[in-house]
């Protein structure tokens, strides 16, 4: 369709005089028009996430709406029971609470059955909630880590993971199919419950039950925490707080909800510089951990001390490897009736991990909702936890996406229990490297915006899949997987089949034992590079200088993509 008639249709009705206004102002703009019509909000990697604003190109009203008639038709095609139930959850993001309520109109009108959180939750207790009811899906409204002028829509099945293939096509087609006049719009009040915050009491209950301390064994800590504006207000303190921490710190002028993420420099933890507050009042108070969560609380960053008690802030990858461990020494249970998972981005050192200790592990494609699909197919075995690079965890079988709240209940418990023995988190991170091996893990991103940036990403990708290189940084390549065509390509000159569906993902194995993996992101303007660089633990062996070594090597590494 030309944009010229997305425009057109978008000047009539259903669209409200104030749409049509704005509209007829910015075709006075022709560049900003173009980027807001150009086309329309793609369905895809469990939902949608993109700028808010009129367009079909934008998060709004319209577009918000037409993706749950076009999921409400496919649910009302494929489930064949007469009553069905969607909960809906929704985060601190400007228009959050009012695009929820647009989506409940939609699916009362379309005689769904719908329960609303009554005020803005993590992501983690909508997937609870699925479980935990019984329900047919969910739908929470966030934009995850994204800046403040995003927002989102995440779609969850039965089992309360995202949804995968092929089921994300067939709502993207059920969503194509559709007029914005064909939206149902007639809200039916009698189908929306609302649910309150004495529900979340059932799901911190259920997460301590399964913690791997006692509450007596609980060290007392000191924990300096911030929700970044974000809904982990909701979930951290007072779990902590009822499993017997009770010396927790907020960073009190980032744990109110706000939607312009008034305080902070990112709401992501991945960014050092979402740390800048918790690391001030920590030193103000001698605290020993930091604890920071993203809007919907579902990735989690730490912070801890090294030996020279200077902040250190670990990242995903470490702490996924950290938690594996310790819950292979201190949780009892028979190692061939459990599995772990991982995805495959994340530090191979997960993975060397489970395989050392006899322990399956199944590695997926990149994003946690492939860790559920994965617990869900495996139901002969129980899920211990998996993780991914991208600060998330998950420990468990009550929840299916990773977890903030679980993951650091355990983080805390991990800690306490290393200060019982005279030990702490960056020594018991030595232990594994000296176990296992070093692992120098890095991600790098290139940004590109706008459709022009969107086809540059696409051509960029394809440069480096028609002409492979056969060094990187002066380092032989051993094996190219390319997920995009399915295939293997080893230095030898054989080709084999790879199992895994196929995705936009090239992954390069280096003579050294080292990794790099490139692929776009599902949910932003980005080419992101996974870097995993290897090095074999020796009695010289220094953690400073080794990763300063290495960060040279990933420098050699950006400039020869670049």
């Keep these: 369709m030309k944009i010229a008639d997305r425009v057109s249709i978008w000047k009539n009705k259903p669209f409200d005089k104030e749409t049509i206004k704005k509209i007829i102002e910015l075709e006075k703009n022709e560049d900003e028009l173009n980027e807001r019509f150009h086309s329309d909000l793609e369905f895809g990697t469990g939902g949608i996430r993109g700028l808010m604003g009129i367009g079909s190109n934008r998060i709004n009203k319209y577009t918000i709406s037409k993706f749950t008639q076009g999921l409400a038709d496919h649910l009302n095609k494929t489930l064949k029971k007469k009553q069905k139930t969607l909960i809906i959850a929704y985060d601190n993001r400007r228009n959050s609470k009012f695009f929820s309520n647009e989506v409940a109109k939609v699916l009362s009108a379309n005689n769904f059955n719908v329960?609303?959180?009554?005020?803005?939750?993590?992501?983690?207790?909508?997937?609870?909630?699925?479980?935990?009811?019984?329900?047919?899906?969910?739908?929470?409204?966030?934009?995850?880590?994204?800046?403040?002028?995003?927002?989102?829509?995440?779609?969850?099945?039965?089992?309360?993971?995202?949804?995968?293939?092929?089921?994300?096509?067939?709502?993207?087609?059920?969503?194509?199919?559709?007029?914005?006049?064909?939206?149902?719009?007639?809200?039916?009040?009698?189908?929306?419950?609302?649910?309150?915050?004495?529900?979340?009491?059932?799901?911190?209950?259920?997460?301590?039950?399964?913690?791997?301390?006692?509450?007596?064994?609980?060290?007392?800590?000191?924990?300096?925490?911030?929700?970044?504006?974000?809904?982990?207000?909701?979930?951290?303190?007072?779990?902590?707080?009822?499993?017997?921490?009770?010396?927790?710190?907020?960073?009190?002028?980032?744990?109110?909800?706000?939607?312009?993420?008034?305080?902070?420099?990112?709401?992501?933890?991945?960014?050092?510089?979402?740390?800048?507050?918790?690391?001030?009042?920590a030193e103000k108070i001698n605290g020993e951990i930091i604890i920071t969560t993203d809007p919907d609380a579902d990735r989690l960053g730490v912070g801890v001390?090294?030996?020279?008690?200077?902040?250190?802030?670990?990242?995903?990858?470490?702490?996924?490897?950290?938690?594996?461990?310790?819950?292979?020494?201190?949780?009892?249970?028979?190692?061939?009736?459990?599995?772990?998972?991982?995805?495959?981005?994340?530090?191979?050192?997960?993975?060397?991990?489970?395989?050392?200790?006899?322990?399956?592990?199944?590695?997926?494609?990149?994003?946690?909702?492939?860790?559920?699909?994965?617990?869900?197919?495996?139901?002969?075995?129980?899920?211990?936890?998996?993780?991914?690079?991208?600060?998330?965890?998950?420990?468990?079988?009550?929840?299916?996406?990773?977890?903030?709240?679980?993951?650091?209940?355990?983080?805390?418990?991990?800690?306490?229990?290393?200060?019982?023995?005279?030990?702490?988190?960056?020594?018991?991170?030595?232990?594994?490297?000296?176990?296992?091996?070093?692992?120098?893990?890095?991600?790098?991103?290139?940004?590109?915006?706008?459709?022009?940036?969107?086809?540059?990403?696409?051509?960029?990708?394809?440069?480096?899949?028609?002409?492979?290189?056969?060094t990187i940084a002066d380092i032989n390549i051993s094996k190219i997987d390319d997920y995009k065509t399915g295939l293997s390509y080893l230095k030898t000159g054989k080709i084999k089949k790879l199992d895994l569906p196929k995705t936009n993902l090239i992954i390069y194995y280096l003579e050294d034992n080292s990794r790099i993996s490139v692929r776009p992101s599902g949910t932003e303007p980005k080419i992101k590079f996974y870097i995993n660089l290897y090095s074999e633990y020796n009695n010289t062996f220094d953690l400073n200088k080794e990763s300063n070594k290495l960060e040279k090597k990933v420098k050699q590494i950006i400039k020869h993509f670049n």
């Excluded at 329900?135 to 994204?146: E, F, L, V």
């Excluded at 699909?373 to 990773?402: A, M, P, Q, W």
């Design 305 to 470: 001390r090294d030996f020279k008690k200077k902040w250190v802030l670990l990242n995903g990858n470490q702490l996924m490897v950290l938690f594996l461990s310790f819950l292979l020494e201190r949780k009892e249970f028979k190692k061939e009736n459990f599995f772990v998972s991982s995805t495959l981005v994340s530090s191979p050192l997960f993975e060397k991990i489970a395989k050392k200790n006899k322990i399956e592990c199944k590695l997926c494609h990149t994003g946690f909702k492939w860790i559920a699909d994965v617990i869900e197919k495996e139901k002969k075995k129980t899920f211990l936890c998996g993780g991914e690079e991208s600060f998330g965890f998950l420990y468990g079988n009550e929840v299916r996406d990773k977890d903030a709240a679980s993951a650091s209940l355990l983080f805390c418990d991990m800690f306490s229990f290393l200060k019982s023995k005279g030990e702490t988190v960056i020594s018991y991170l030595i232990e594994i490297y000296k176990d296992y091996g070093f692992y120098y893990d890095k991600l790098y991103t290139i940004t590109r915006k706008g459709r022009k940036g969107a086809a540059e990403i696409k051509k960029q990708i394809e440069v480096l899949r028609l002409n492979p290189p056969k």
């Design 115 to 281: 329960i609303l959180f009554d005020d803005v939750r993590p992501t983690p207790l909508l997937s609870f909630s699925i479980r935990h009811f019984n329900a047919d899906g969910g739908i929470m409204i966030t934009a995850s880590h994204n800046p403040p002028e995003y927002n989102g829509y995440k779609v969850y099945n039965s089992f309360g993971g995202q949804i995968v293939p092929p089921d994300d096509k067939k709502i993207s087609e059920s969503i194509k199919k559709l007029n914005f006049n064909q939206i149902k719009w007639d809200n039916n009040k009698s189908k929306v419950k609302i649910i309150d915050d004495n529900f979340d009491k059932i799901y911190f209950k259920k997460i301590i039950l399964n913690s791997v301390l006692e509450k007596k064994n609980r060290e007392k800590l000191k924990i300096v925490y911030s929700s970044l504006h974000g809904t982990g207000i909701k979930s951290i303190p007072p779990l902590l707080n009822e499993a017997g921490y009770k010396d927790i710190n907020l960073v009190e002028n980032q744990c109110f909800i706000n939607e312009n993420f008034l305080n902070t420099n990112s709401s992501n933890p991945e960014d050092k510089s979402a740390f800048e507050q918790t690391i001030l009042l």
